[in-house]
């Protein structure tokens, strides 16, 4: 099995993923992906809005 490193874009913590799956996995925890999708639907909602 085959391993690589990546930072998490949220935290910016190294964490080590399975080669064949480095494309699907961006996040290093649970709670970051939590954050990202909360990021996202705010950006969504403030976008939305007419000034």
Known sequence: M???RKIC???G???IV???VEDKAIY???ECLS???GKVKREKVFS???A
Do not use: D, H, M, R
């Open 2 to 4: 085959e391993y690589v």
């Open 9 to 11: 874009p949220i935290c």
């Open 13 to 15: 913590n190294e964490f």
């Open 18 to 20: 399975l080669k064949k």
């Open 28 to 30: 290093c925890t649970l």
């Open 35 to 37: 954050a990202a999708q």
């Open 48 to 50: 939305g809005v007419s």
